[in-house]
Every structure is written in structure tokens, then in C-alpha cells.
Nanobody, 116 residues
């Protein structure tokens, strides 16, 4: 099992920045991708960004150029730097880790609210 603990959410004004952190523990061997998904009420959870163990990244189109994902494999940690935040970025952000065959692991979620 993999346990994921997120931190860094909160309330920020439009145009502001937040940095999310997710630390993985437990059986952290062979994690392929780590990333962030977000969910708002009434909508499906969507991928915001992920990063493979080799460093290849993938971003939701609407966050490209504003969000940056990074990963510290030695510390089993993934970060999401969110700049130029918009009201539509509001949601619960979930950390995700994926292993081939075993599938997905999820954190408990952290609330991000962008509002003036």
C-alpha cells in the first residue's frame, strides 16, 4: 500500500500563488507517475498534471504556463506550483500515485479556493 499526504491548500486571491506538496510513504517502490487531480461539485475528477519517474510531464491545457509539477524521487514527494491562479482553479486537489498492475493510490485531498 501507498499512503499519500497532501498539504499546501488554502484561500488565495485571483492572480496569487500556492504550492501543493504530497509525500508518499509505505510501499513506494515502482511508482510510475505521481500527480494531481482536482474535483469540483457536479463534475468529474480531472487530471491537472502528472510526472513520470523519468521526469516526463503532462498538463491540463488550461493550466499550461501557470502550473509547474516537480518530483523528488529520493524524498518520494511531488510538488505543484500554481501561479496566476484563477477562480476556475478552485476545487479539491487530490494527490495520485500510479503503479503498473496495482493501479492508483489517492490522498485525502486538499481544498484550493481562489476568490476575491
Amino acid at each position: 500500500q501507498v499512503q499519500l499526504v497532501e498539504s499546501g491548500g488554502g484561500l488565495v486571491q485571483p492572480g496569487g500563488s500556492l504550492r501543493l506538496t504530497c509525500v508518499a510513504s509505505g510501499d513506494v517502490s515502482n511508482i510510475y507517475t505521481m500527480g494531481w487531480h482536482r474535483q469540483v461539485p457536479g463534475k468529474q475528477r480531472e487530471l491537472v498534471a502528472n510526472i513520470a519517474s523519468g521526469g516526463v510531464t503532462n498538463y491540463l491545457d488550461s493550466v499550461k504556463g501557470r502550473f509547474t509539477i516537480s518530483r523528488d524521487n529520493a524524498q518520494n514527494t511531488v510538488y505543484l506550483q500554481m501561479d496566476s491562479l484563477k477562480v476556475e482553479d478552485t476545487g479539491v486537489y487530490y494527490c495520485n500515485a500510479y503503479k503498473f498492475v496495482l493501479g492508483n493510490y489517492w490522498g485525502q485531498g486538499t481544498q484550493v479556493t481562489v476568490s476575491s
